[in-house]
């Protein structure tokens, strides 16, 4: 395992949670006034908030609770989640392309 890799997988990993929703920040105003179709917000919404459907199973709310949206720790956990599996990933092409680069 190489800390230098680990410490750059991290932040690009970040970095591909928040462009992916800079980007749709960007289609919703492209189509201003009105909304873009649905297909084009769902497909920059759920590469994100994929994981949440698991959270959300996880951490549920309280029986008497009337708000129904997903509780902060169901979204910090799917966030987290998420990070973790796209850092993996740029983990992965980075040691990928050292190996590659020594054999050549």
């Known amino acids: 395992m190489s800390w230098k890799r680990l410490l750059v997988s991290?932040?690009?990993?970040?970095l591909i949670v928040v462009g992916d929703g800079v980007a749709l920040?960007?289609?919703s105003?492209?189509?201003r006034p009105s909304h873009p179709p649905g297909w084009v917000i769902a497909a920059f919404?759920?590469?994100d908030a994929w994981p949440l459907w698991i959270t959300q199973r996880i951490?549920?709310?309280a029986p008497g609770d009337?708000?129904?949206g997903p509780t902060i720790l169901a979204v910090a956990a799917a966030a987290l989640f998420d990070l973790i599996i796209?850092?993996?990933i740029i983990y992965a092409l980075l040691s990928w392309r050292a190996r590659r680069k020594v054999r050549v």
């Open 10 to 14: 991290i932040p690009l990993g970040f």
């Open 25 to 27: 920040m960007l289609v």
């Open 29 to 31: 105003l492209l189509y």
């Open 45 to 47: 919404y759920y590469f």
């Open 59 to 61: 951490f549920t709310r």
């Open 66 to 68: 009337t708000f129904g």
């Open 86 to 88: 796209f850092s993996t």
